[in-house]
């Protein structure tokens, strides 16, 4: 049977997240340098997206750039900004063809203009679409998130709008950057680090994480697969017993 096939599509995660990690490590491996990473993790970021649609995963957050990749060489930052905006127009026909609709969560003010331009573009002409939200988190930073939920709650409370008494987990839920969409279910980490890197510390609070040594750039369907049969293969207990999962008491 193949991995695919192993998959209980009744079961899917409804959103998988994804931490892709290793484009400089795949590059300086080939003797390349870490750009070549970058632009060989585009291709990687394709076959997760149609992998995910071809499910029928309805949600896949891409952590593409950390509000702490900002300290990186000025040259790979540059590097990083002009792939992106390639990549969103170079992207945009295949995402309209198969009904993805693209979102995008993090600082969008702080990137280059044109590439917030474009990103703002792509996300209002792929609204419409059904299939799927691919979410790019850029500049992202879940620290910062939370503060700035924080302050916009602050701020309704000041003007009368809300009362202390109304702050509760969905109104920090509404406030985060991901406001509208479900939690992960799945978070995906390669290259074999394992952590967080700020990355939906609020939303991840009862993910199954998953890492693998693979570098991001070889990262593919038949990876994605693999993931997704571990997740199903784990018991979600939610605090609770196995015994009571078992007789749902
Ligand atoms: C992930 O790969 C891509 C970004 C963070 C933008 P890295 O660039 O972190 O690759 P390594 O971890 O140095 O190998
Ligand atoms: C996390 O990767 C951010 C992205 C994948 C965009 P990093 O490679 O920047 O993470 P750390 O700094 O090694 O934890
Ligand atoms: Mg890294």
């Known amino acids: 049977m193949s991995l695919k096939e192993q998959i209980d599509l009744t079961r899917l995660p409804k959103h998988i997240a994804v931490i892709m990690d290793g484009n400089g490590r795949w590059a300086k491996q080939k003797g390349m340098n870490r750009i070549f990473g970058h632009t060989n993790g585009v291709n990687a970021v394709r076959e997760t997206a149609e992998a995910c649609a071809e499910l029928g995963v309805e949600y896949l957050t891409m952590y593409a750039f950390s509000a702490e990749n900002w300290n990186r060489p000025q040259l790979e930052v540059s590097a990083l900004m002009t792939l992106l905006l390639k990549?969103?127009?170079?992207?945009?026909?295949?995402?309209?063809?198969?009904?993805?609709?693209?979102?995008?969560?993090?600082?969008?003010?702080?990137?280059?203009?044109?590439?917030?331009?474009?990103?703002?573009?792509?996300?209002?002409?792929?609204?419409?679409?059904?299939?799927?939200?691919?979410?790019?988190?850029?500049?992202?930073?879940?620290?910062?998130?939370?503060?700035?939920?924080?302050?916009?709650?602050?701020?309704?409370?000041?003007?009368?709008?809300?009362?202390?008494?109304?702050?509760?987990?969905?109104?920090?839920?509404?406030?985060?950057?991901?406001?509208?969409?479900?939690?992960?279910?799945?978070?995906?980490?390669?290259?074999?680090?394992?952590?967080?890197?700020?990355?939906?510390?609020?939303?991840?609070?009862?993910?199954?994480f998953y890492f693998t040594d693979v570098f991001w750039p070889e990262f593919n369907k038949e990876e994605l697969y693999k993931a997704v049969i571990e997740f199903q293969n784990r018991e979600r207990r939610f605090g609770k017993t196995s015994e009571q999962l078992a007789t749902g008491k």
């Open 87 to 208: 990549t969103i127009n170079g992207e945009l026909k295949t995402l309209l063809k198969n009904d993805i609709r693209l979102g995008a969560i993090g600082d969008i003010d702080s990137l280059p203009k044109g590439v917030a331009k474009e990103l703002r573009e792509a996300i209002e002409k792929t609204s419409h679409c059904k299939r799927m939200e691919l979410i790019l988190a850029l500049s992202y930073g879940a620290k910062n998130e939370m503060v700035r939920a924080v302050k916009q709650i602050a701020l309704k409370v000041q003007s009368g709008e809300t009362s202390l008494h109304d702050i509760n987990e969905n109104l920090i839920t509404e406030n985060l950057y991901t406001a509208g969409r479900p939690d992960p279910e799945l978070l995906i980490r390669t290259s074999g680090e394992k952590r967080v890197s700020n990355f939906l510390l609020w939303q991840l609070a009862y993910a199954e």
